[in-house]
Every structure is written in structure tokens, then in C-alpha cells.
């Protein structure tokens, strides 16, 4: 009797279960027809984005390149490379003030430097206000669609979308170009002549920005000796991190090889400066920044490779190492203080699909060989052959070369093999100088070499030659302004005191080599390159 009772219990038990279970279905049956699917919205994309730290639309969800692409593209009327799409926009005035693809000079741009300073007073002087040639629509990296605009996701966002998925109405006085992030004004800035205006107002954000700016996504740098990572901000924007690997006060080792040398983070973050007081403004800006190795690379990299490299060292510390030629193992790891490491973010230049960069193999380029040498090393009339040779034969470029090796020169740079311009801007453009890592290494030691361009050709602009006279006197002395221009940045101080000492010296040396080529010519006109008439 009890076994038949516990078997009939057992299966009214099931029954019940059964029948539970099929009153749960066409409870969920009937509410899927009750609330159609275009009427509910589903949370499950918006908790996982919550709990992974990055906001909707984010760079982590999607590529960061394609989105950063279709930005441009949305907001460009061309491909920056194509001259034809000036046609294509139809002939338009030049912009004015406030306009997209063009910012005006102002003295806000000196923000952060107390005025009385001696770099508000270089930048103040004539030299640094000599007007560059009129700006056309063919003069402009991009042609801007004025209509174009961004606005907040929501109030209290730091992302932005395009209005043609918002809809917005623009404050009273404002422009489309208003609502542009920092980093997207800058790309649309530039010209065939400069990378960005002197006293740029845009400045100060696009440093802080690269300061503390969320970071969303951080993935390895393809290709390179060392290793770089690409920063990925919540508005789209992008960074090349360079972490540190010395110490300021640590010198290149005297039997290290140019090619063999470490790229610094500190000589990044100055080389912009300098290059911006040498008024040459061919470096994207840079700005140090302290990064928490665990929750801004290796938590939120979506970079398989580089995720394997992570390890706790013995100390403690949170350490990692990537994948590149040079120093990437554990025996040259990455650590942080136990997790925060100091770091250069430089702003990335417009992809190149949208603007193509040629690359140019340097005339005095060095053998990169432990003992053979360049023909430049070996012939003193080497510089008669490049001025054969296009684009030296005409135009500005070996005077924009000797520019660069000026700059070269001061800082240290012995690894310049190599430099940029802008297709779209053909030979008549500026020079870009880009990777400057390997600067600042040896303060107690003068490269000569460096110079061979401006030695062996006996040539320099009228302009940055009487910049650099400039800044060999004591009100503007060139050490005293690069001091308080770095004295800015939040990694401060940026270099140790004896480098920044080397450049007085060094400045030195530049104007005796001048000297030198005047004192050994009838022609001073073929020495000093005039290039300012009379704008000065």
C-alpha cells in the first residue's frame, strides 16, 4: 500500500510541474503579443557596456579607426587627400573667424603662463607675428561641411553624436564648428602652411584633453622599434602613448647606438614645445599623463597580444611588456608605482585614408649600421647633388630639411632617417616631425653631425636664424621659455636642468656655423634665405 501511494504521489508531483511549466509559457506567450518588440526596449547591450566602463556608442564596442573615419567623413565634404572635392563643394569665400578650417590668433592661447612671462613677451614679438599667406578652400587640409554639428548624448555626457541623430538646436551666436570636439577642430585646422596658428586658443584643450581625458580603449601600435599604444577617449579622439623608460635624470649609455637608443616619453612631451618656440609648429600636440596601467590598459584592451604580457612583479608591481623589436620582454617590462606609469599622449593627425601622408627618405639619413657610413659623412660636397635632386631644386624644402635638423640638433636627435608632408599640399608645404623619442638623451655631449645639412649647404631661412639670435639673448633666452613651458604640463618637471642648459650651448654652435658660412661668402642673400621681406 505505501509503495502505491509514494508512485501516485510521484506522478501527480510531475503532473503539477508539467502543467506549471506550460502556464509560465503562455504567460510569456501572451505578453509577447500584448507588447510588441518595437514598443520594449532591451537593457542587456546598455548593463554590459555599465559593467565593461565604457559608455554606449563606445570606441570599446566598435572599431575606434572606422568610427574616428566616419567622424571625418560626416563632417568633411572630401577626402583631405583629393583636391577635386574643392569642385565638388563648389567655390567658397574664405572662411572667417569661427568658421570651420580656421582659427584665429589669440592671446588666450597663452593660458597657464602669467602674463609679464618671458614666453608671453617671445611670443608677443614681431618675429612671432609675421602673417602667413592667405588661407584658401585648396589651402585647407579638409573642406568642412558647415551644416554639420554634434551635440551631448544626454546632460552630463562627455560623447557627442552627429545631428543627424539628434536633434538639436544650437545655442544663439554659436556655429556647427562650436560644437566640435578639441581634437576634431585641430584636425580641421590645418593648412598647407601651418599644423596650427601661433597663439592657438584651441591649445589648452587639446593639451588637457590629452591630460584627463577618459581613456575607453587602449590597444598596441602596430609596427615600431618599441612599443606604443593607441588611447581611444570617450568623444572619439585618439592618443599615441609612449611610456616612460627612463628617468629623468638618466643619460643614453655611451656605447648604445643611435638606432639602438630608447625612445623617452619626457622627449616627446618637450620636442612639441621647442618646436612651438622655434615657431615651426610642425609637431601634433603633446602632453604628459600619469596612467593607471590596470584599469586604463590592461582592464579595457580589447589587444589580445599585449594582454598576455601583463604580470605582477616581485615588488608588486603591475607590469607589462608587449610586442615590438626592441626592449619588449620581461627582462625590459613596463611597471608601474604599483600600478601607475608615467606616459606622453601626442594627438593622432588625420587617419590616412582621409589624408595621405607621403613619407620621405631623409638626404642625410644615417647608414644605421654598426660600422659602415653614409655617403653624406664621406662626401663634404654632398649638398651640391641635392640640390639637384627634386624636391631640393626648387621651392622651400631643403630649407624646411635645414629647419628640422636646427631642431634635431638641439634636442639630440641623431635618429631622423625619415619625415612627412601632406599629399594633398604636394612639394609646396610644410615638413611634419613626427617620432622625437630619441631626443634629450645626452645633455654632456654635442652631436656636430647633426648639422651636416646646414654645414655642408651653408643655407638657412632669414626667419629662423634671427629666432635663434633671438633666443640666445637674455630676455628670451631659450632655455629660460622652454622651462616655463614645460613648468605647464602635469608631468612637470619635464626635462633635468642640464639638458635644458645643453640648449643655450647648442644654440650657441648653430649660430657659429652661420657665422661661419657668412664669413666665407660674397653672397650673405645665399646664406640667409630671405623669407619675410618686409613683414618684419
Not at 236 to 253: H, I, S, V, W
Not at 291 to 315: C, G, Q, Y
Not at 353 to 360: F, M, V
Request: some cysteine.
Amino acid at each position: 500500500m505505501r509503495c502505491r501511494l509514494q508512485a501516485l504521489f510521484q506522478r501527480k508531483f510531475k503532473a503539477s510541474l508539467l502543467f506549471l511549466l506550460l502556464l509560465a509559457f503562455l504567460v510569456h506567450l501572451a505578453m509577447d503579443l500584448a507588447f510588441p518588440t518595437a514598443h520594449r526596449s532591451c537593457g542587456c547591450d546598455a548593463k554590459a557596456t555599465k559593467a565593461s566602463g565604457a559608455p554606449s556608442g563606445s570606441p570599446v564596442l566598435a572599431s575606434p579607426k572606422k568610427l574616428s573615419l566616419r567622424i571625418l567623413q560626416d563632417f568633411s565634404g572630401s577626402n583631405g587627400s583629393l583636391e577635386k572635392s574643392s569642385q565638388l563643394q563648389g567655390s567658397r569665400p574664405q572662411a572667417k573667424a569661427g568658421e570651420p578650417g580656421t582659427r584665429g590668433q589669440s592671446r588666450e592661447g597663452n593660458t597657464g603662463w602669467a602674463e609679464g612671462s618671458k614666453l608671453v613677451a617671445l611670443f608677443a614679438h614681431p618675429l612671432y607675428n609675421i602673417p602667413i599667406p592667405e588661407v584658401t578652400e585648396k589651402d585647407k587640409l579638409f573642406v568642412v561641411n558647415p551644416m554639420e554639428k554634434f551635440s551631448l548624448r544626454h546632460s552630463g555626457s562627455d560623447e557627442w553624436v552627429s545631428s543627424s541623430k539628434a536633434e538639436t538646436l544650437l545655442p544663439t551666436g554659436k556655429t556647427a564648428y562650436d560644437t566640435y570636439p578639441a581634437w576634431l577642430k585641430f584636425h580641421v585646422g590645418i593648412n598647407r602652411y601651418e599644423l596650427y596658428p601661433r597663439q592657438d586658443p584651441l591649445m589648452p584643450t587639446v593639451l588637457q584633453d590629452l591630460a584627463t581625458q577618459r581613456i575607453v580603449s587602449s590597444v598596441q601600435k602596430s609596427g615600431g622599434t618599441q612599443l606604443k599604444l593607441i588611447m581611444t577617449f570617450p568623444n572619439y579622439g585618439q592618443a599615441l602613448f609612449k611610456p616612460m623608460k627612463q628617468t629623468r635624470d638618466q643619460e643614453t649609455p655611451i656605447d648604445f647606438f643611435y638606432f639602438s637608443d630608447f625612445e623617452r616619453h619626457n622627449a616627446e612631451i618637450a620636442a612639441f614645445h621647442l618646436d612651438r618656440i622655434l615657431d615651426f609648429r610642425r609637431i601634433p600636440p603633446v602632453s604628459g599623463r600619469l596612467v593607471n596601467i590596470t584599469k586604463e590598459i590592461r582592464d579595457i584592451t580589447t589587444d589580445k597580444k599585449l594582454a598576455k604580457t601583463f604580470f605582477i612583479s616581485p615588488a608588486g608591481n603591475v607590469c607589462f611588456y608587449g610586442e615590438c623589436s626592441y626592449y619588449c620582454s620581461t627582462e625590459h617590462a613596463l611597471c608601474g608605482k604599483p600600478d601607475q606609469l608615467e606616459g606622453s599622449m601626442a594627438a593622432l593627425l588625420p587617419d590616412k585614408t582621409l589624408a595621405k601622408r607621403r613619407s620621405w627618405r631623409s638626404p642625410w639619413r644615417r647608414s644605421y649600421h654598426k660600422s659602415k657610413k653614409a655617403e653624406w659623412e664621406l662626401n663634404p660636397n654632398y649638398c651640391a647633388q641635392v640640390r639637384e635632386t627634386p624636391p631640393y631644386d626648387r621651392g622651400h624644402r631643403l630649407l624646411d630639411l635645414i629647419d628640422m635638423t636646427v631642431l634635431d640638433f638641439l634636442m639630440g636627435n641623431m635618429d631622423r632617417h625619415h619625415y612627412e608632408t601632406f599629399e594633398k599640399f604636394g612639394n609646396d608645404t610644410f615638413l611634419l616631425h613626427l617620432d622625437n623619442g630619441r631626443g634629450f638623451g645626452k645633455h654632456s655631449h654635442d652631436e656636430m653631425s647633426i648639422l651636416a645639412p646646414l654645414q655642408q649647404c651653408c643655407s638657412i631661412k632669414k626667419s629662423t636664424y634671427l629666432r635663434l639670435q633671438l633666443l640666445a639673448t637674455q630676455p628670451y633666452l631659450l632655455s629660460d621659455v622652454l622651462r616655463e613651458a614645460l613648468a605647464a604640463d602635469p608631468l612637470s618637471p619635464i626635462l633635468a636642468e642640464p639638458h635644458l642648459q645643453a640648449l643655450d650651448r647648442r644654440l650657441g654652435k648653430v649660430l657659429e656655423v652661420v657665422a661661419r658660412c657668412l664669413a666665407g661668402t660674397a653672397h650673405p642673400d645665399e646664406v640667409l634665405v630671405d623669407d619675410v621681406g618686409s613683414r618684419v
